[in-house]
C-alpha cells in the first residue's frame, strides 16, 4: 500500500477529520516491566515503513484532503513523556489510566502539520504507555493489526477466511439460506429507515424508549471511565451452551448490568421495561486484525482504512433473574440483524451520500444520529496468545474513543485469555460506572454457575 500526494481520505477519514468530529482511537498497553525507551522508539521507527499514512500529513488539494508523504520523520517528535505526580503509595494502575485517557480530549488536540499520531510513555511505575491516533487514520481492526506487525506475536498457520472457505456446505440448504438473507435483507430496510429518520428527528424513537440524557449537551458532559476484566473461557462457556457468539454473550452481559443499575430508578419512575438505543460498530472488511497482519507481513494489499458499518440494538431493560436470558435476547436481535446485512447498507449509504450531498452535509446527520442513539458498543478480536514489544511482555490491552457523543461507550478488546471491557460514560448518566463493572462481573458468575448446576439450559 502507497500512499501520496494522489491518495484522497475516505469520505470516513474526511468525516472524522471535521469539527464534528475529531475523533481519536486511545488505547494503552501495559507491560510486566518497565517501559524500555529504546524498544519503543525502534518499534515506532518500523511502523511508519508498514503503513505510510504514518509519515503522511493531510493538505487540501483540489478543494479535497489528500495524504501527503513527509520525506522525512522524527518519532521522537511524537513521543511524549508524562512526569511523574504525587500519589497514594496505594494507587490503582488501572485507575490511574482511564483518568488519564478521559483527560485526552481536554489536552491539545494531535497537530494538524504533523503526522496524526502520538505515544504517551506514563510515569515508569506504571509500566504502561497510551497510543493516541486520529481515527482518520483507519479504524480499531487495522490499526490493532498494524501495533501487532511491530510485536513479537504469535499467527496461526492456517487463516480464519481459508478455514471457513473449505466448510463442505449442502445447495438446497445455501439456497433457503440466501432466500431467508434477502427476505431479512428486505426487512431490515423497511425497519432501519423509518427508525433512522426518527433518530435523526428526536431522540424518543417509540414511546417506551429511554433516552439516557444529560445536562448541558453530550458534547460538554464530564466523563468517567472504568474497565473489567473477564475469563475469555468463562464468555466461550456461556457462548457454547447457548449456542450464541461472544458479540451475543458481551451484549447480553451490557444489558444486564445497565438494566440492573438503572433498574432500580426506573421502578420508582414509572417506566417498565424500557429500551435503552444503542449501536453496535461491525468490521464488513471480512478480515480480522490476524489476517490483517498475515497481509502486512506477507506485503499483500491490505484492506486499510475505516471499514465499520454501524447496526441498530435496541437494549430492553428488564427485571430477570436469570442473566442468560439477556444473551438469548441479544443473540435473537443480533442474528437477525446479521441476516439483513444491515451493516453493509449503513455502510454503502455513509459512502454514497458524500458523493452525491457532500461531506458537509453528511457529518452533521451521521454526528446527530451518534448524538441520539444512548450507547455504542464494539468487538475486537486481540491475540490469543501473549505477545512481547522487544523483550518486555505485554500483560493488557485496552482501547476507547474520543470526543464523540453518547451517553455510553463500551468497548470489548479479547488478548491473551482475557476479555477487557473499558467504559466511557457521562457522569450525569452513570456516576457510578465501577458498580456498572461489578453488575458485569457478576452477571457473568451467575452465568457460569447457571450453566454448572443445571443440565440442560433451554434457548
Not at 121 to 146: E, F
Not at 436 to 459: H, P, R
Request: hydrophobic share 40%.
Amino acid at each position: 500500500m502507497e500512499v501520496g500526494y494522489n491518495e484522497p481520505l475516505s469520505p470516513a477519514g474526511r468525516m472524522y477529520l471535521r469539527r464534528e468530529f475529531d475523533a481519536s482511537i486511545d488505547s494503552f498497553v501495559q507491560f510486566q516491566n518497565p517501559v524500555d525507551m529504546f524498544a519503543v522508539k525502534v518499534a515506532l521507527a518500523s511502523l511508519p515503513k508498514t503503513c505510510p499514512r504514518l509519515r503522511s500529513v493531510v493538505i487540501e488539494k483540489r478543494g479535497r484532503p489528500h495524504w501527503k508523504e513527509l520525506p522525512s520523520l522524527n518519532v521522537i517528535d511524537h513521543i511524549i513523556i508524562v512526569p511523574e505526580e504525587e500519589e497514594e503509595e496505594d494507587g490503582n494502575t488501572q485507575a490511574y489510566i482511564n483518568k488519564y485517557l478521559v483527560s485526552l480530549p481536554s489536552m491539545a488536540a494531535v497537530s494538524r502539520n504533523s503526522p496524526l499520531w502520538e505515544v504517551h510513555i506514563l510515569p515508569k511505575r506504571h509500566r504502561a504507555l497510551v497510543l493516541r491516533l486520529h481515527h482518520c487514520l483507519g479504524d480499531c481492526v487495522s490499526l490493532l493489526a498494524l501495533f501487532l506487525s511491530c510485536c513479537d506475536a504469535p499467527v496461526e498457520d492456517v487463516p480464519i477466511s481459508d478455514v471457513r472457505s473449505k466448510k463442505k456446505t449442502n445447495f438446497v440448504a445455501q439456497l433457503v439460506k440466501g432466500g431467508a438473507s434477502v427476505w431479512q435483507t428486505l426487512k431490515g430496510v423497511l425497519y432501519t429507515l423509518p427508525y433512522a429518520v426518527a433518530f435523526l428527528r428526536h431522540p424518543y424513537v417509540k414511546r417506551e424508549e429511554l433516552y439516557l440524557t444529560v445536562r448541558g449537551g453530550l458534547e460538554t458532559a464530564p466523563r468517567k471511565m472504568a474497565s473489567v476484566t473477564l475469563r475469555l473461557d468463562d464468555l466461550k462457556a456461556v457462548k457454547n451452551k447457548l449456542d450464541a457468539t461472544i458479540n451475543d454473550v458481551f451484549v447480553g452481559l451490557v444489558s444486564y448490568g445497565i438494566s440492573k443499575y438503572v433498574g432500580q430508578k426506573l421502578v420508582k419512575e414509572g417506566m417498565e421495561n424500557p429500551t435503552v438505543s444503542g449501536m453496535v460498530a461491525v468490521n464488513i472488511r471480512g478480515q480480522g486484525s490476524k489476517e490483517i497482519l498475515r497481509s502486512i507481513q506477507k506485503k499483500e494489499k491490505i484492506a486499510w482504512g475505516n471499514k465499520c458499518g454501524l447496526f441498530l440494538l435496541p437494549i430492553r431493560l428488564e427485571n430477570k433473574d436469570d442473566p442468560l436470558k439477556f444473551v438469548r435476547t441479544a443473540k435473537g436481535i443480533i442474528d437477525k440483524r446479521k441476516m439483513s446485512f444491515e451493516a453493509i447498507y449503513t455502510w454503502k449509504v455513509c459512502n454514497l451520500i458524500p458523493k452525491l450531498f457532500g461531506i458537509e452535509n453528511m457529518a452533521p446527520l451521521t454526528y446527530k444520529f451518534r448524538q441520539n442513539s444512548s450507547m455504542l458498543l464494539s468487538n475486537v478480536v486481540g491475540p490469543s496468545g501473549p505477545i512481547k514489544l522487544g523483550t518486555n511482555l505485554i500483560t493488557n490491552i485496552g482501547v476507547t474513543l474520543s470526543c464523540l457523543p453518547g451517553a455510553i461507550d463500551v468497548h470489548l478488546i479479547s488478548y491473551n485469555g482475557k476479555a477487557f471491557l473499558q467504559f466511557l460514560v457521562a457522569e450525569d448518566v452513570i456516576p457510578e460506572p465501577e458498580l456498572l463493572c461489578l453488575y458485569v462481573e457478576e452477571a457473568l458468575t451467575e452465568m457460569i454457575a447457571n450453566i454448572l448446576n443445571v443440565d440442560d439450559v433451554a434457548c
